[in-house]
């Protein structure tokens, strides 16, 4: 399978023929609805010179020059008539370089670059659902995927990214637990939540500003909860037995959960260890110091109104959370779906069993936000 992909790829040709897209299609194995959607396009663009000549036009701005800014071609691409078909179209008409440019070289197995393209159809049919009709909208997104940004080893996505949070992950040589305090200036409201955050229960007890110091033998700060809330009150971590292991700009993977199939706790940690192996072995020089992930998923409130034993809750289990500014937008589009929000509740019907959790709770005043947290690569059981 993975050596016929490889020469369909390599052989493809121009990717406005529907001989070529057929070809890019069967070796990343599309199914035969998103298949048909590409082709009906590519055969438009036969009989139509001048949009294929645009096609190619933003098939090189985007993946080729890089002259312009990603942002702008896309935006540019989606205001055409049938934007979102043609946008569909050059994407996925980027795949066969994708294979030579940076899987190929890297040494990447086939069935990463099909598993990871695969998103590409997951948001042809998000914008069917969406629109009624064939294409392709969340660009930007998808430019990280087709410039060899983000890969999918199992039930996860994973991208490379600089570790974006003002906090500090001290672990202990001898015991080898952790602690995570708040870098300096960062300030939070009493509860320890984010200055900021309008749901923080703590707006009325004052704001707070964190410190952080190192005078040759401690490191001294405000330690932040696996919950996720930072406290008022600073430890000293002796610097012979404590370890500084993750701060701001280091190399982290941000996890992504893409639609489709069930988040089983063993197929994520299934998926963790499988990353590790694949960046270790395909990017040595880049030593990744943990996993991040801000998403819906890690709501701290799900701790609170889900069973222990959902998949939901066992996602979170493995993260230390951090405070964020976040709201509820996110969680409902999820849950309910595309462009639901607080006013919508009342009308809408509550039928799975997480709906009609977070249908109970925010119609009853409380409310909700995303979350975001960490886990260091040694203490997810699958080093690099």
Known sequence: MNDSMTT????????VQTACMRQICE??????????????????LASDPERADAA?????????????????????LLACADGAMLAAVVYAGAIPQLWERYYAKRGIAAQILIDTVQDLAIWMETHRKRHGQWGLSELGWLHIHMTGGLFRTGRLQFQPIAFPYSARVFRNRLTGEHVVLSDEGVRFHADGQLA?????????????????????????????????????????????????????????LNVHIPEGGRMSHDACLASYAS???????????????????????LSPEFRDWLPEQSNIRQFQSDYHLLPLISDETQILERVFDFGTQLADLPKLAAETSLQRVVYD??????RMHNGCGFILMEESGAEQ
């Not at 192996?277 to 030593?287: I, K």
């Not at 709770?361 to 409380?366: E, F, N, P, V, Y």
Request: hydrophobic fraction near 40%.
């Open 8 to 15: 369909a790829l390599s052989n493809a040709g121009d990717f």
């Open 27 to 44: 070796a990343v194995q599309y199914p035969d609805a998103i298949t048909l959607a590409l082709l009906a396009e590519t055969e438009r």
């Open 56 to 76: 190619r036009r933003f098939h090189r701005e985007l993946f080729d020059e890089h002259k312009r800014l990603s942002g702008d071609s896309n935006r540019e």
């Open 196 to 252: 900021g955050d309008a749901d923080s229960a703590g707006m009325q007890g004052g704001e707070w500003t964190s410190a952080f110091a190192f005078d040759g033998r401690h490191f001294v700060g405000h330690p932040i909860s696996r919950l996720g809330a930072a406290s008022r009150e600073t430890v000293r971590l002796p610097a012979d037995t404590w370890n500084l292991t993750l701060q701001k700009g280091d190399d982290v």
């Open 275 to 297: 990353a590790a192996r694949f960046f270790g072995e395909c990017f040595p020089e880049q030593p990744f110091r943990a996993y991040v992930c801000s998403s819906w998923l």
């Open 361 to 366: 709770h925010l119609t009853a005043g409380d």
